[in-house]
Every structure is written in C-alpha cells, then in structure tokens.
C-alpha cells in the first residue's frame, strides 16, 4: 500500500510535469529567412507534391477551401509609388503550447516526443475545434472525398483531384486523407520516419540537414532551413541564435519572447504574444524605411 | 398467446430475414486484395523503397537537374539535383510540377490521324506502323518530287544530343529548315550581348556576389532565364553565407513584379522609356568620372544628350534619382545590370538592352565576379523562326511540317495569321505528348515520351560561366502508347532510306546518346574523371550530369562607342495606337505558374496563388485603383480591355504596384485546345498585340501596344486568395532597415 | 391474505379526523391514498416520516466525485499523449469534469433511492382505486380481522363517503 | 401550505382530470395535420439535407477557412440556450414554492428536454465524420483510446449528458403521479402504455413524500448543472485564443443569454399551448404577468453584458479586438443584423413594463418570439463576426451560409416542434397533481 | 396489423443479426489461391526459411511475394509433373503474373514496416500464426481442431499490446515511444 502511494506520488510529479517531455528526443525546428524568400511559391507545390494535397478547383479556391499546407501571405503596404510588398510561407508552426490540441476531444492531434504538434487522421471526427483555435489558419479541412469529386463543374470537363493517371503519382507514405477530416503540415513526418529508420539501421543519430521537408528542400533561394534545436551545433540552432543549452532551456520553460533569448536580432516568431510557442523562427526581412509597424526598439 | 401457426410463420420470417441479411453481407464483402509478384524481379527495385533517378528538367529552358523519386516505377515526386550547378538543389514551382505532365490525363495515349476537317478536332486512333507509314509515306514523296528542301521542321527549345540528330536527319533529308521556336528565346538579349560582350550568347549574370544589382524589368525570380539559378544567387546576394555586405537590388520597371516586390527601390519608370533612363545612369557615370577607360571622351560625346534634366522628363524619374542611382551604381562594386524581359519586349527591345548592358561596361563589371560572365560558346541557334514560317506558309513554299512539341499558335497573336498559314500547308505531323493548339491543326499526331520516359540530355544555355550537360534516363517506363522524338526519327531515317540510313546508323535514341557521349569523354574533360567509358557513363547517370567547374578566362572585348550608340535610340518606345482612345500602356509578363502558357495545362499550377495577387485559377488585369476612380470599376469586374488588334475580356485586380496609365495582364490562359485543366479559362492577351516582329531579331515586342478598356457585364470569373493584405500593424512580417542590419553585422 | 379496510372521503379534513381516532384507538397500519401530496397535515397526525433519500444523494454525489476525477486522470495516465504544453494531470478542467459527474450520480442514485424506498416499480397488483387518481382521498387501514369492523366504524363516523373491505394481497 | 388565489379555485380536481386527459386521448383533425405537416417538413428540411451532407461532405454548407464554425453551432447554443430556462425556472420556482409555477412547469421542463436533444443532434450535424459520433464518449475499446478530457468539447459531452438526462429524469419523475392518473383513466394499449410508465404509483403517503424529497434534492441539484452547461457551452469560444471570442464575461453573458433566450421561448410555447389545448383557465393573464416582469429584468441584464462585452473589446484596444468589433457593429452585413439584434433585445422588451403590455396576449407573442430571433443573432454574430477576422488578415474571408445549412436551421425548429407536438399528445403537458394543489386541497370547512 | 408489426420487427431484427453474423464470423480468412501452394510443403516439411523467398522482408516496409523466376527456378528441377506445378509452369510460359491472394490487409492510414519488426526479432510466426502447418494461410486459428479465433487480429489493441510491454517478453526489448500514434499511422 505504502509502495502504491508512493509509486502515485511519483506519478504525480512527473504528469503535473507542464508539457510533460522534459526534452524531446529530437525538437524539429525550421527557420525561415524572410530576406530570402522571394514569394516564388515552389514551396507550395512541393508540398502539394510530397504529401496527396488534393486539387479543389476554382470553386472550392474561392471559397477559401484550397488544400495547400504552407501558403505564401503577401501584405501591402503603402500606395503608388511608395509600395512596400513582404511576403511570409506561412505553415504549421508546430506550437510547444498548441492550442489546437487542447480542442480535441478525441486526441486526433497532441504533441509527441519529437517537438511535432501530430494530427491523426483517422482519429479526426470532423468537429472543426483544432482549426477554430489555430491562430495560424494552417490545418486544413477535408471538404469532400476529393478523389471522387469533379471539380471542373461549368469549365466543360471533367476531372478528380486524382484523375487517373495522376493518382499514380500520390506518395505512398503519404495516407490519401478521407472526406471529413482536418489536416496540416507535418514537417513531412514521413520524411523523418525514413530518416530515423536509416539512423536506427545504421545505429547512429539523425545527421543534420539529412532531412529536408519538401518545402525545404525545392526553395531555390534556400530561405527555409529545417534542423532539430536540440542540437545546438545545427545549422537551424545557429540562424536562429539558439545555440546553448540555456536559450533552449529558457525557451521551453518561459513565455518570453525570443527576442530577449536569441543572439540573432533577427530572429522573431510569428504572433508571439499569443504565446503558443511555434517553433518556426522567422528572420526579419531587411527593408528600407523600416517596418511600418513598430516591430524593434 | 401464441399458436402453432403464427410460431411457424415467425420462425420462417426470422429464417427468411438473417438469411437475407447474410446474403446481403456476402455481397457487400469487399472483393479481396491481389498480391502481384513480379515475373522476374528488376534489379535494383526493392517494393516500398524508392529509386532516385538523375534526370534534366524540361519545363523551361533553364536546364535544371533534377532528381526524379521512383517507387514500383512509377514517379511519385522530383527534386532539384543538390549537386548540379545551375539549381544547386532548388527548384521552382514549375519543376515541381513536371509529374503532372508524365500523369497529365489529356496526354495523347495512342497515335492519331485526323478524321474530319482539319482544327476540328477529330482523330481516329492507329497503331505506330500505320502512323509511321503515314509519315515515311509523306517524306518519301516529297523527296521523290525533289522537293525535300520543302520539309519543315518545327521543335521547341531543344540543346542536347537530340538537336544534332535532328540536325543530322534534315541535312541528310535535304532540307535546311530545321526551326526552333519558343516565346521567350532571349534573342534580343543575345543580340545586345554580341555588341557589348562580344558573344552572341546569354552571359552568366553573377547575381550571388554582386553588391548593387540594378534589374531593368527582369523579372529573374519568376521566369526570366533561369530563375532557380536567379533565384538561388539572390539568397546569396541577400544573406549568403560568409558576405559582409548585404546586396543591393533595385527594381526599374512599370509594373512592380515579383522581383520587384523583392526589391529594396522601385523605381516605376514610365513604359517604354527603360533604355534612355539607362543612358542618364551611363551619362552620370560618365560625368562623375567613374568610368576608367581611354576612351570616356568619345562616350561622352555619344551620350551628352542623355543629362538627368532631358531623361528625367521623359522617363518620369526624378533627377535626384538618376544621379544617386548612377553614383550608387558606379561605386558600389561590384555592380550588375540586367536588362529583362519588359524591357526587351519593347519595340525597341535591342536598343534598350544595349543601353543597360553599357552601363556593365562602363562601370567595369565585365568578366568579373559579381557582374557579368560571359559563358562558353554554344552552338547557334536558328533565328526566331515564326514569321519565317507564317511567309512561307502562306506562299505554299511549306509542303509538309512536322512539329515536336512546339506550340506557336497560342504564343503568337492572331494579327501574324500563323493559324491561317498553317491551314495552306498540305500535311501537318505533330510528335507532342500532349494536345496543345497546334497539335489540333495536325493530320498526323505521333505521342512522344515525356522528359520521364525517354533518354535524352540538356546542354544549359546560359549556363553559370562553364559548360554544364544534364542527362536525361527513362525513370519510369512509359505510360502510354508513345515514343520518344529520337527513337521516331531513328526509325524514319532507317526507312527513308538513302543518306539518312548512312547518316543515322543507330539502333535506337538510347544507343545513339551513349554514342554521342564517348566523344566528350574521349576529350577528358569535366569533373567526372573514371577511367574507362562503363565507369564514365555509369557516374554521368548517377550524378545527373556532367561539368567543367572551371570557368574559362575570357577575353576583354573591345566596345567602341561608335559601334555601339549605333545600336541606341534616344527615343522611347513606340505603341501603338493614339493615347487620346486608348489611354493605357498594355505590359504583358509571363506568369509564374505558366510562363507562355505551356503549364496551364498542370492543376497544381493552375492552383498555386500568383504570389502577388493571390488569383487562382484564370487571368486578370491588374490596375491601379486610381485610374479606376470614375470609372466605376469595383475589383473583381469584368473588363473589355481592346487595342487597335483585338480584345479580350477578364476580371481587374487593384494593384498598388502599378503605374496608373499602364496596365498588365499575365500570359499563359485562354487556352482553347490544351486539355481539360486549361480549356475556356482566362483569356489569351497576346491575342491584343500587333503583327510585328523585331526586324533585327524575330521576337515578338509583347509590349507594343495601348488599349483601352470598358466595364462589361460578363459571368465573373475570379478568385483570390488572399483575404485582405494589410498587416494593421500586427506584426506579422517583421523587419529592420539596412542601416540596423549593418549594425548588427559590426555587434556579431 | 389479510384483510384491510378502505375508506374514501371527499374532504381531507375528514380524513384527517378520521385517522386521528384511528390512531387514538391504536391502529398504526395506516396509509394514506391520495391525489396531491398532502404530507404535511397527515405527518402531524401519523408522525414524521423518515427521509432515507438524503444518503442516496450524498453517496451517489460522492461517488460521482470519484468517479469522475477517476475517469479524467486516469484515462489520461493510461494513454499519455501531451498537449497544449499543459500536464498530463491538469487541475482545471478535471475539476469541470468532476463537477459534472457529481451532478450526474448525485442525480440518479437519488432517484434511485426514491424508486427502492417509495417500492417502485411495482406492478402486481394493489390495493388502490381509480378515483384517488381524481378527487377522492382515502384511508387504508391493516388490522386484525376482528378489529375491522371498528376501524370501519371509526372511518365512517369521521365522513367517509364509501367504505370497503379489500383483500391485501 | 402556501395556498394562493389564482383564478383556479372553483375548477373542480375532476374537471383537471378531464381536460388534461382530454388533450390527449381526444385527437382532432387539426393535430395529425399538424403532425403531418411536422414529418414532411422534418423530411424535406432536415432529413434529405443531412442525407446529402453526410453522403457528399461537410463541403455542402458554407464553412470554409477560417469559418469553421457557421450555422450548425449557432443554432447549437441557440438550442442549448432555449433549454435554459425549461428546467432552472422550474427548479428555482420549486424551491423558492413559487405558486404561479405550477401549470407551466411541465411544459418548460419538456421544451429544455428537446431543445436539448435539438442542440444534440445539431453537434452531430456539424461533424465532419458523423458516422464517428460514438468517439467522443469516453468507454473501454480495443483501440486502448480515450478521449480528451482537457478539451472544452469534453466538457460539453458531459455537460449536455448530465443535463440532458437529468432534465429527462426531472421530467419523469414528476410527472408519475400524472401518468398514474393517466392510467387509470384510459383503456387498450394507452393502459399498457401508462401503466408501465406510471410503475406501478399509487399516491401513498409514503410515495408522495419520497417523491417531494427527491425532487427536491434534484431541483438542487439541477440549478448549478444548468448554469454550468451553458457556462461550458460558453467556455467552447471563450478557450480560444480569437479576438472577440476570449473574453472572461462569456460565461455569465452566455448564461444571462440563456435564461433570457429560454424564458422568452416559454412564453411562446405557452401562448401557442394556451391556444391549442384551450388552456385559458389554467394559463392565467397572471402567468404572462409575472413572466413579462421577468423577461424585464432579463433584457435589463442581458444589455448590461452586452455592453460590457463591447466595453472589454473597446478597452483592449488591440487591432484584433478593434478589427473584430468594427467588422461586428459597422460593417455590413452584420452591422444590420447587430443593430436588429440590440432593437430585439435591449429596447422592445422594455415595453413589458407596461402593466398593460404585459397582459396583452399578442404583444407577449411578438416581444417573445422578437427575443428569440435577436438571442439567435447574437449567436450568429459571435461565431461569424469573430472568426472572419483572426489572427492573419491574409486569411480574412467572409461566410455565407448555404441552402443546406439554412434549410437544417429551419429543419430544426421543426424538429422540435414535432417533438412537442407528440409530448402533448403522449404525455399531460400539464401537470395535473400541481394544479390540483394550486386549487386547493378540499376541505368541508374553508379556510379550516 | 399488430401481427404485421411484430413480423417486421423479427424480420428486421434477424436480417441485422445474419448480416453482422456474415461479416464477423464468416470473413474469408483463408482465401483461395490461384495456385494452390503449401506452406507446410515449402516452411514445413522443407524447412524453407521464410526469407529464402519473402525476401524483402529485412529490407523494405514489405516482406514481397517471391517473384515467378525464384519458383521457376526450383522447380525446373523439383517436381516438375506435379500438377499445381504445371500451372505455374502455365504462368511462366505465358509471362503472366501470379494473381495472388492477399490474406493480410492493412488499412491506407497504417504505417507498417516488415524490416523494422524483423530486424528487431520479432519471429515471423508471432504474426502470421505457425504457417508450417498450414496448408494454405489462414488467419483462422484453431485449437484441437475447432476455430476460435483470429491468428492476429490486427486491431489497434492488438499492435499497441506488443507495442506497450508485450514485446518485452518475446524479444527483450521495449519499443522505443510504442504509444506515440504516429509510429504507426501516417
């Protein structure tokens, strides 16, 4: 008896534990330098490619429906002549305090011991709440059976989102999702899932830079860099400005901003005071005439 | 209660139901899963793990390597090769979206001859030997009335092997109309670069090193050239590794592009006007002394009309501008100047790129790092061959045409009457792999492989200051009844008979590559060193191709100023029709996703958002909103846009980046015969230019004309993504000025 | 089978009085039928009745307490799946949980313990007569057989408008 | 006892009997049209969309990004919110023996029922995998899963559990004494029917006395459940982190909402029962009375929340809650609908304090069913003004409804009502002991 | 009417009963295959070792059926005149695939990989019951004779068993991060 309350006493502790992972096993991270990326969009096509992102058509488009899991927002500023154009990939930042998990009630989405916010999608029963919470608009909905719907309705033709032949390129490591469930980025789990089975065969860990989204990996201008943070040698810990032990420490366990933790004053996270913790690490773009907001000291 | 009677009668309602539900469960069974084994295993296949295949990507002419992912054989993604130098890993949307061309379910299956008026569209399906006939049949004839030399044969942009057999099969057949056509041939750019570089060729502009790169319309992070390899240098230019300076890009051009948008100045020159703006730039480096040369007194002298009072007023720019940009562009080194496609769509195109690629010279970028860097020789390319081909057509000079994946009549305007000609000519064979609007005016369609499925290879041209091939291998095993180009003019030289057999000995494409490969190994060059041809060729295929990492020492030309203001004109660029009816400049670009139009045909690019206005899905007409007040325009309303040529109607985008007196439309849509993802959507604006072509060059100025443009009630058409694209001061793309980065250089 | 008498009255009042004298004279099986609660003015007479519900309420609401931290902790332990950078175990919304299950068993055992005290459901046949549903009140009365006839005297004295003899089964 | 005149003293208890069994055993031509008309317009309404819905995808309504949510949750807390006051007012009129409670209690307690189980079925309709429903519900599988409990949807599951079944089992068990008066009234199969039902009650003492207590420790028991269902339907918005969602007032705002919502609902059921079942002796002038006076200290309540939830946003003065609140009360469409809504709500039920309003008939109807549609604005516009404009404007995209969403909003009045329609032909939809009681317990000597 | 009403419902209720009877108790758990090939022959009484022909297995996410060449090269010389063997034969001079029949199935949404089970020991037969004895594969397991249950069912519970602590007792090794959902879906 003694033994038992001891044993849930111990317990306890650990499950009162906040974020419950002390440190992940890996903490996959992506930077991404805004004075790189053009805004070419190669990412979203890469994206569409790696992971069955089905076609929706212009109807579905226009109803804001469209599938792509990152997304290139571009803002306007100012009027003719004085233009100020910025453009941001904006994908599933994979938050440490993810409010789309908590919405779940079915544990279709949860945080798992690489760092990746994880949706299940066969778990998913369509209740909308995830993609309500997300302050990011990044998880996606699964509207119709996409392999079943003609979306060329009016334009003459007649086409699935994988019209045969096309369903022969879908990526089998890929799930081709059902109708009625949400879906986001998943730093292209497959991608480190193979790349743990290559280390776990060759009984080493990850390499950095081995895996490479397919975002990551098209970018010609190579603005977006992907690594684990937990290493603070990778290249990711590095742009970022996260290269001790301490900052990743500070930063898993505080709310502060990143600014006071990175030595890279560019570094900043998108809609930081909603303190969800993403772990995409945006560079500041450099721009004349500054921001137009009051983004620095 | 219950009597014997309703028992049994139950009893057998009960037997009838669970039995008819258990035949209801047998037949809804799903029937079960079938396990194919292969018959004999292929070698280097393991199921459930993926082949990597090094392969030249052919979506534009930039000469991309890329890796194609196999799995079970068939191609499931491509990327870009890390090891080739001209992509370094990256590519574009584009590139990404070759798959949907291998998987493009309006690929062209079997062979097809046409079985009802020409253009109508109605072809029956025949086997390869009946097409082929067909086609030997048709050469044969032509031959034997000793009319060989009337053969024409019409490809795309074609560099690897396969240009010289089909330069060796038409030489052999007698004919020497071997033409190669594309809308973005960069002709007018070559031409400039003969007079300033010295080479008829497109130099490697050194984007990644260079300090101050002064872009004139070229919108290289979209489409101009060779935008992955653009694209990969302004990441360097901007954040590479181990530079202290961040470089420098400004923007002159009418419509902000996507480059422009990236840019740190943008300077809305007025249209037409880009080459004189550039001589102001050249008179201030001239004037300040920047320009090293003996021979500044005779510039000086060709360009004293050019001073920043005379160029401001007619490019719209202001004085203080030119002179800081001609200061800024003078001292900071090195410097670049590019001149793109808006400005060499001009009508006076030639001169304007003269002018900016003066402003290299003058301030000594030439043949250095960071500037320009003139590439190897490459073998000349015919002459933009489209009115060549409309002027032959109509004089009936054309007997037969034989096409490969050229597709003139949607990238030319109706005005040159290049469909009309067509129609004179008596016998039409396309080799495409798709149904594109020229292949619809053909008798006799012979499918070809995709880059996927066919053996091939791809000289870069520009490349990046060497020689770069990439090599193109069958990744996957065709999907359709098609050949490839190679194997088809193999089989018909063997069958012609005559040279052709002397000429065109081998068996098939593929052995003629490997052929054709052991001569440039026998020249030992390049960085693949093994030491026989098994190893050789075994590396080239692994690695994607091949490459000569060591840049040839170029010889300084000598630029005369005599020769060269020739070459200039001080006047802007014409436009057709009167300002007075119609009031609006007309810029037509090529559009990310579809560049000519070419992958309008591809759903993932019709849906990728066009990053500057987020449309989906169609054309629009992007306007400034001042120029609509008054008019009564809402955005998303469909417009009559005309010139004196023609017209088309489409929905108005308000873009802020846009000079109020021009208006810009994307190329790409209005496609009528392209497949199911293009047809009847968006409208084609080439159908507004007129019939002209640079005399000196044969490209068509797609900025040649004004129009006017009327508020029409038409269904609507338009979507876009994006919500509304003002930050509120939210914080969402955060930045710091240069001056602050500089700092933070210093701290860290 | 014993026998009992019923006596039916129009007027509570009445009925009242007549249980009053039964009680006086010694009877204690008395019950009372009737169509509207009428508990207060018979308790005065027949004594306080016991209230064993309330125990039902409060183990069923201890138990729903119970149950409910149970059910939100433990199955959260059973499966550890990390969300929101929030514990495993958090306070807050087991707290929602347990406050609804509370209310949940608190609710039913009570009821529970009203249909086992009250003898519910019941469906074999009883002593009872359509008209209690509607207007009249009555008296049923157990005693020996030989005190019967006093106790249908007394009932109709007090103003019984029908008094019967029924075989309680 | 507390014995009160109201109007009802000189029905005799027969009478109430009579009428209330009446209603119905005696079925007249209007009801089965009704009836009728209920099933064919569930069909066409409710059933055939959500066949399609389900067959084809949720991609047949207008939700889009970032509307997730659109007209299936609104009129989820439009439902849960009508079911407010059915049981609390009934609770809280219980224990406080509130007299007037008597004859329109059954009712309300049925109205909270099946605005509940209309709220239900409406979270069912939304899903996007709804043949999953049973996933949310925490039970021992195979799959070793269970649910989330830190999830405001969990709390919902339990919450609207809880209260669905014990507004249910309130429901039933007072009204046993009824369906014993039911049973001995009836033959044939409705005897069978009520019997069962009725389990066997007699009307001892013992019985009654029981039956006081426990309903009492469940009316107790009943007013914290409620206010914690729709402070937890509340907590579903308020737990995010969307400007014009996350405010800390949600939970009283939604609960003052609710009560108001519900208390407006009853008095239309009750003008509408009044008529049909030809009620009017026992649905007095004074019910609509006390009802308006209520409904008067609602609306009061109800615009001083509103106001303060303004205020908060106004006071945050950050551009999410300024852009939330200007797309909310200045932009249109929603800026009509907002102001329509402040008319419905805040200023029309003002005139309830008029004596004379008060005891017109129509005018309750009117001012009532007006409350109603402005409490379902307000729903509409917190779901449809907040989420169009989060986070990221980039993604800013307005919602508009479908045919199928529309056509399920209405399919659901009509669901409800075709629940009500068979309540009062299967069940006394007036409590009969209680107005007995309310009559008076017959005494030879008034006043005794 | 009243009679009518209760054949309905017995008739509704038995339809219910035999549909649900067909699907769990009578799915083909060991279906016909083109050839009629013995495991027990080949595993069994040969000794064959299973990844003498299955031989993905330690490579790839999927074992692999044995190509028609491996079998055509055994028996060119064994048993040739055997008739099931003349079918075989019939595939390999007509170049035909063997159509055969999958008899574990697992759903689009599961991740599973042979080599990752194999190489960590996991025994083929914890999976696919004691082949050597079945003369066709079948996922009926049978005790004295009589079926009672699946060889493996493979149901989540079932996975996460082995996936949780049950692998510890077979081959003395937990599975690393066994409940995270992503180890097995995608």
Not at chain 2, 215 to 221: E, K, L, P, W
Not at chain 4, 81 to 98: D, E
Not at chain 4, 317 to 334: D, Q, V
């Amino acid at each position: 008896m003694a033994g038992f309350i001891e044993l849930m006493l111990e317990r306890f502790k650990v499950y009162r534990e906040p974020g419950y992972y002390k440190r992940f096993d890996y903490w996959w991270a992506m930077v991404i330098d805004l004075d790189r990326c053009t805004g070419c969009g190669a990412c979203v096509t890469a994206c569409q490619a790696e992971n069955n992102t089905p076609v929706v058509g212009e109807e579905e488009c226009g109803k804001g429906r469209n599938l792509s899991w990152i997304r290139i927002e571009r803002y306007i500023e100012g009027e003719y002549p004085n233009v100020k154009v910025k453009f941001i990939p904006v994908l599933c930042p994979q938050c440490d305090r993810a409010p789309c998990e908590v919405a779940c009630p079915v544990y279709a989405t949860y945080h798992n011991q690489d760092g990746l916010n994880v949706q299940v999608y066969n778990r998913c029963v369509g209740t909308f709440t995830c993609a309500t919470y997300c302050p990011y608009d990044v998880r996606r909905f699964n509207w119709f059976t996409y392999n079943k719907k003609n979306f060329l309705k009016g334009n003459g033709g007649s086409s699935t989102s994988f019209e045969p032949p096309l369903d022969q390129q879908l990526n089998p490591d890929v799930s081709v999702r059902e109708m009625g469930v949400m879906e986001k980025c998943t730093f292209c789990i497959q991608r480190i899932r193979a790349a743990k089975d290559r280390a776990k065969d060759e009984n080493r860990p990850i390499r950095d830079g081995e895996i490479q989204p397919a975002c990551v990996q098209t970018c010609p201008t190579k603005a977006l860099t992907f690594g684990d943070l937990n290493n603070p040698k990778s290249r990711i810990a590095q742009l970022a400005g996260l290269s001790t032990a301490g900052d990743l420490h500070y930063l898993r366990e505080s709310g502060s901003k990143i600014s006071d933790i990175s030595s890279n004053p560019r570094t900043y996270r998108l809609l930081e005071d909603l303190n969800a913790a993403p772990t995409i690490f945006y560079l500041k773009r450099v721009m004349k005439n500054g921001s137009s907001t009051a983004g620095h000291e | 209660m219950l009597n014997r009677r309703d028992f049994l009668k139950l009893v057998g309602v009960g037997g009838a139901g669970a039995a008819a539900g258990f035949a209801l469960g047998e037949l809804t069974k799903t029937p079960p899963a079938k396990l194919i084994p292969y018959l004999i295993p292929p070698e280097d296949v393991i199921p459930g793990i993926a082949n990597w295949y090094a392969s030249a990507c052919m979506q534009c002419s930039a000469g991309c390597g890329i890796l194609v992912r196999v799995m079970e054989g068939r191609a499931k993604k491509i990327e870009g090769n890390p090891l080739h130098p001209i992509n370094k890993g990256g590519l574009c949307a584009r590139g990404q979206a070759g798959l949907q061309l291998l998987y493009n379910p309006d690929r062209i299956k079997n062979p097809l001859k046409r079985n009802g008026k020409r253009g109508k569209g109605e072809f029956e399906e025949i086997t390869w030997e009946e097409g082929l006939s067909i086609l030997t049949n048709n050469l044969m004839e032509l031959r034997s009335h000793g009319e060989a030399d009337r053969l024409y044969l019409l490809t795309s942009l074609i560099r690897g092997h396969l240009n010289f057999l089909l330069a060796d099969f038409m030489k052999a057949y007698g004919s020497p109309n071997y033409l190669q056509y594309d809308l973005f041939q960069y002709e007018n750019l070559r031409f400039a670069n003969k007079i300033i570089v010295g080479q008829y060729t497109i130099p490697h502009y050194d984007i990644a090193n260079t300090n101050f790169l002064l872009s004139f319309g070229a919108d290289f992070v979209t489409t101009w050239i060779s935008p992955v390899n653009y694209n990969y240098g302004y990441g360097q230019m901007r954040q590479g590794e181990g530079r202290n300076v961040r470089g420098k890009l400004v923007q002159i051009e009418p419509r902000l592009s996507l480059t422009g948008a990236n840019a740190d100045e943008w300077v809305p020159v007025r249209p037409g006007t880009e080459g004189v703006l550039a001589l102001g730039i050249a008179y201030i480096i001239l004037e300040g002394g920047y320009y090293r040369g003996g021979d500044a007194k005779l510039w000086k002298d060709a360009l004293k009309k050019y001073n920043p009072e005379a160029v401001a007023s007619t490019t719209e720019v202001s004085e203080d501008r030119i002179k800081q940009l001609g200061k800024e562009f003078a001292t900071t080194k090195p410097s670049l100047a590019i001149g793109g496609e808006t400005v060499s769509s001009y009508e006076n195109g030639v001169s304007n790129l003269v002018a900016i690629n003066l402003l290299n010279h003058l301030s000594g970028n030439i043949g250095k790092t960071g500037g320009v860097i003139p590439n190897p020789d490459v073998i000349k390319k015919s002459f933009n061959p489209i009115a060549t081909i409309a002027k032959d057509a109509s004089r009936r000079k054309i007997k037969t045409l034989i096409l490969h994946n050229a597709n003139p009549v949607f990238t030319t305007p109706e005005t040159l009457k290049l469909k009309d000609a067509l129609k004179d000519i008596p016998f039409i064979a396309s080799l495409s792999s798709l149904h594109d609007e020229t292949t619809a005016l053909a008798d006799l369609i012979l499918p070809s492989h995709t880059y996927f499925e066919d053996w091939g290879d791809d000289f870069a041209e520009p490349t990046v200051g060497y020689s770069v091939a990439t090599i193109m291998q069958p990744a996957v095993s065709p999907l359709f009844n098609t050949k490839g180009a190679g194997d088809v003019f193999i089989s018909l030289a063997k069958t012609l008979g005559g040279n052709l057999q002397k000429d065109i000995t081998w068996e098939d494409f593929g052995v003629f590559l490997r052929d054709s490969w052991k001569k440039i190994y026998e020249r030992h060059k390049g960085d693949i060193k093994e030491a026989n041809f098994e190893d050789f060729w075994n590396d080239l295929l692994a690695r994607g191709g091949w490459w000569d990492a060591v840049p040839k020492a170029s010889k300084p030309v000598r630029v005369a100023a005599s020769e060269v203001s020739a070459h200039l004109s001080s006047e802007p660029a014409k436009f057709e029709g009167n300002d007075k009816e119609y009031p609006f400049y007309l810029i037509l670009y090529p559009h990310l996703s579809y560049k000519d139009g070419r992958g309008a045909n591809l759903p993932w690019l019709q849906e990728l958002p066009d990053p500057m206005t987020s449309v989906v899905w169609g054309t629009w007409i992007e306007m400034n909103s001042k120029a609509a007040t008054g008019m009564g325009i809402k955005e998303g309303d469909m417009l009559l846009v005309e010139s004196p040529f023609g017209k088309i109607t489409a929905p108005v985008y308000f873009y802020p980046g846009q000079r109020p007196d021009t208006i810009s439309i994307p190329l790409g849509q209005g496609h009528t015969s392209y497949g199911r993802y293009a047809d009847g959507r968006g409208a084609n604006p080439i159908e507004l230019l007129p019939a002209k072509t640079d005399p000196k060059t044969g490209a068509i100025p797609l900025n040649s004309t004004r129009i006017k443009i009327t508020r029409v009630n038409a269904p609507k058409s338009f979507v876009k993504m994006e919500g509304v694209a003002k930050e509120l001061g939210r914080n969402i793309v955060q930045t710091i000025t240069p001056e602050e980065f500089k700092k933070m250089g210093k701290e860290a | 089978m014993s026998k009992a008498v019923l006596g039916f009255f129009p007027y509570v009042d009445k009925l009242l009085r007549a249980a009053q004298r039964l009680k006086d004279a010694g009877f204690t099986d008395i019950e009372v039928l009737s169509p509207i609660p009428i508990g207060h003015e018979i308790e005065h007479i027949l004594g306080e009745k016991k209230n064993p519900v309330k125990y039902f309420t409060f183990f069923g609401s201890v138990a729903g307490f119970i149950f409910g931290t149970l059910l939100a902790l433990g199955s959260a332990a059973l499966y550890i799946l990390p969300r929101y950078g929030k514990p495993i175990w958090p306070l807050t919304p087991t707290v929602i949980i347990t406050y609804e299950s509370t209310i949940l068993l608190g609710v039913y055992i009570t009821l529970i313990g009203f249909l086992i005290f009250g003898r519910l459901p019941c469906f074999r046949e009883r002593t009872y007569d359509i008209k209690i549903s509607i207007d009249q009140f009555a008296l049923l009365v157990r005693a020996k057989k030989d005190r019967l006839i006093q106790v249908e005297q007394i009932i109709r004295e007090a103003g019984a408008e029908e008094v019967k003899r029924v075989d309680e089964k | 006892m507390a014995h009160q005149q109201q109007g009802t003293s000189n029905i005799s208890y027969r009478e109430v009997n009579d009428d209330v069994i009446k209603s119905m055993t005696e079925t007249g031509r209007g009801f089965y049209l009704v009836l009728a008309v209920c099933i064919v317009g569930l069909a066409l309404t409710f059933g055939l969309p959500w066949a399609y819905q389900i067959y084809v995808g949720q991609g047949v309504t207008g939700l889009q990004s970032p509307e997730y949510w659109g007209l299936y949750l609104t009129n989820f807390v439009f439902w849960i919110g009508i079911s407010h006051s059915g049981t609390l007012l009934s609770a809280i009129l219980f224990i406080t023996q509130t007299p007037w409670r008597r004859s329109i209690y059954r009712s309300a307690e049925a109205m909270t029922f099946f605005s509940v189980v209309t709220a239900a079925t409406m979270v069912f309709i939304h899903m996007g995998r709804p043949w999953n429903f049973y996933w949310p519900f925490p039970y021992p599988n195979q799959r070793e899963m269970w649910t989330n409990f830190q999830s405001p949807l969990m709390f919902d599951v339990f919450a609207i559990g809880t209260y669905s079944t014990s507004s249910f089992l309130f429901l039933y068990f007072g009204s046993i004494p009824d369906l014993a008066a039911v049973r001995d009234r009836v033959t044939g199969w409705r005897k069978r029917f009520y019997g069962a039902l009725a389990l066997g009650w007699r009307g001892t003492d013992r019985e009654w006395h029981l039956l006081q207590k426990a309903y009492t420790f469940c009316a107790v028991f009943i007013i914290p459940l409620a206010v914690s269902v729709h402070s937890i339907v509340s907590w579903d918005f308020a737990s995010s982190k969307i400007p014009g969602l996350n405010k800390t007032i949600f939970a009283p705002y939604f609960v003052i909402g609710a009560i108001y919502s519900g208390t407006a609902g009853i008095i239309t059921l009750m003008v509408i029962l009044r008529r049909a079942l030809k009620f009017e002796k026992y649905i007095t002038k004074v019910h609509f009375d006390k009802l308006g006076m209520l409904l008067v200290v609602m609306s009061l309540l109800w615009t001083y929340v509103n106001v303060t939830e303004v205020f908060t946003g106004w006071y945050a003065n950050t551009s999410y809650e300024n852009e939330a609140l200007k797309y909310r009360m200045f932009t249109t469409p929603s800026a009509y609908l907002f102001w329509l809504m402040i008319a419905c709500n805040a200023f029309f039920p003002l005139l309830y304090i008029f004596r004379k309003i008060r005891l017109s008939i129509v005018a309750s109807l009117l001012i009532s069913i007006g409350i109603n549609l402005g409490m379902w604005i307000e729903r509409f516009l917190i779901i449809e003004t907040s989420l169009p404009r989060k986070f990221l404007p980039f993604m800013w995209r307005d919602y508009h409804p479908s045919w199928v969403e529309w056509s399920i909003t209405a399919g659901s009045f009509i669901f409800f009502t075709s629940l009500f329609v068979l309540f009062v032909k299967f069940w006394p939809s007036f409590s009969i002991y209680e107005i007995k009681e309310d009559i008076g317990i017959p005494m030879e000597r008034k006043g005794r | 009417m009243k009679k009518f009403l209760v054949y309905v419902i017995v008739g509704v209720v038995t339809f219910t009963i035999g549909y649900n009877v067909n699907l769990i108790y009578f799915p083909d758990l060991s279906p016909k295959q083109p050839i009629n090939f013995s495991h027990k022959i080949h595993a069994g009484d040969n000794s064959i070792p299973c990844q003498y022909c299955h031989i993905y297995a330690d490579k790839s996410t999927v074992s692999g059926v044995p190509n028609v060449q491996r079998c055509i090269g055994c028996h060119k010389i064994i048993k040739q005149d055997a008739p099931e063997i003349q079918k075989l034969q019939g595939y390999w001079d007509r170049k035909e695939t063997i159509p055969w029949v999958k008899v574990y199935n697992l759903p689009d949404f599961v991740y599973f990989s042979h080599k990752r089970h194999v190489k960590a020991g996991v025994p083929c037969q914890r999976c696919h019951g004691d082949v050597a004895k079945m003369d066709r594969i079948t996922r009926q397991a049978v005790l004295f004779g009589i079926p009672y249950a699946r060889v493996s069912p493979l149901k989540m519970g079932w996975c996460l068993d082995c996936h949780t602590n049950g692998a510890k007792e077979f081959i003395g090794m937990q599975v690393k991060n066994g409940r995270d959902c992503w180890t097995c879906h995608k």
